[in-house]
């Protein structure tokens, strides 16, 4: 007896198609499907690490292709620091994330080299 009644909540009464049964469901609910009209934030679904993998790729790649990349080390370390701050200010986005970064890395870059040039005018 229950099979036949949970066969009755699944798929309605004999005869009728699933796709009837739903649309009489949903219009009892119009809450329900207004919340599934409202758009899917993705970023709430993918965990931190991916966020930061698809951020340093995009930098990273971005950089090597360029030609301005240095040191693999050290350029790592300055792309995941920006990436870091702007996690911690509450940015999520990959694409921007991964731009912040390549600006920091670009920053960086011109920081270095004005105090390498200093050092070597006061020689």
Known sequence: M????AAYVLFGPVGTSLRSTREDAESFRPAA???RRQPERRWHSMSIRCVVESAF???WSFLERSGELGEPDASANIILD???AQLRNG???QLM?????IAAYREHVARTRVAVEREARSR
């Open 82 to 84: 920006a990436i870091e």
């Open 2 to 5: 229950t099979e036949h009644v």
């Open 91 to 93: 940015e999520r986005r």
């Open 33 to 35: 499907r207004a919340e």
């Open 97 to 101: 994330l991964g731009n912040k970064a």
């Open 57 to 59: 790729f995009i930098a």
